[in-house]
């Protein structure tokens, strides 16, 4: 019987790197994506020779919407049953200040290639009637601060659309499985890229590592769980979101002075 195929972006590092560790463990063949072909050899060579997975790599920037395409055309051949669409970034500073064309990307990444990737992949999954996307947000999701407002927002909307999907597939009766994975201080490359001091930000208690909240994930898909958030305390963060009027978490983030913002 032939192996799943796993297609996961965001792979050479982090989370992405965990879960093509954890899912070649389980049984899978890969196809990684990232930036960072270099990388990525590395990756899939330590993968074939520890784990016997077939690894094919495809070196892309999801921000170009011709690399999106090229991803695209592989999942367009409709044998990838797992999607993980776990590429992103974050910035620092105001939105008025920072970067436009980092603040373009982060939007085309979190949101245009997450709903470009996903659209071809699922037509194959919905006709086989197998498969799943996994869509890696985060707990800022739920919330808002200054400095990192297009990373929540984007965030937001990864969330909402997993949601959405739930309820298409719901609806049409289809096995195919979606989640919305929603990790909070996670220890990976992404504060380091930041410049962010992560004893500046909370403290270790509130570190999760990538393996962990990978098998979480990995955990939470197989049960069919739309919403994965590791770790209880961040599970009581999310509910406080929830449940909380509006304007009181509007003003205690107004009154937080976030370590993104670099004021």
């Known amino acids: 019987m032939p192996r799943p195929i796993a297609l996961i ?23 990684l994506v990232a930036r960072r072909a270099e990388a990525l050899e590395r990756l ?45 970034f974050g910035t620092r500073g105001f939105f008025f200040e920072s970067d436009a064309a980092q603040q373009d990307a982060m939007h085309r990444l979190h949101v245009v290639a997450v709903e ?12 086989r009637r197998r498969g799943g996307i996994l869509n890696v947000a985060s707990v ?14 984007t ?22 499985k979606v989640q919305a994975l929603c990790p909070g201080y996670t220890y990976t490359e992404f504060h380091d890229v930041l410049g962010v001091d992560r ?14 909240v990978v098998a979480e994930s990995l955990a939470g898909l197989k049960a069919g769980k739309l919403l994965v ?19 009181l978490l509007i003003r205690g983030a107004a009154r937080f002075r976030s370590q993104y913002a670099k004021r």
């Open 155 to 176: 965030k937001a909307w990864m969330v909402m659309f997993t949601e959405g999907l739930y309820l298409e597939l719901q609806s049409m009766g289809s096995p195919v």
């Open 116 to 127: 470009r990737l996903t659209r071809a992949a699922l037509p194959g999954m919905v006709t």
């Open 229 to 247: 958030i590791p770790g209880l305390r961040y599970k009581m963060v999310v509910a406080a979101a929830k449940f909380l009027p509006r304007r």
């Open 9 to 31: 972006t965001g792979a050479s590092a982090g989370l992405g790197a965990s879960f093509a560790r954890q899912l070649a463990a389980e049984g899978y063949d890969l196809v």
């Open 199 to 212: 004893a500046s930000i909370m403290g270790k208690s509130w570190w999760m590592s990538a393996d962990r």
């Open 44 to 88: 899939a060579g330590e993968l074939r020779g520890k784990q016997g997975a077939a690894a094919e790599v495809i070196g892309a920037d999801l921000t170009r919407d011709d690399d999106v395409e090229r991803v695209c055309g592989r999942l367009a051949a409709g044998d990838v049953d797992l999607l993980v669409n776990n590429a992103g």
């Open 140 to 153: 800022a999701g739920f919330l808002c601060g200054a400095g990192n407002i297009s990373y929540c927002a």
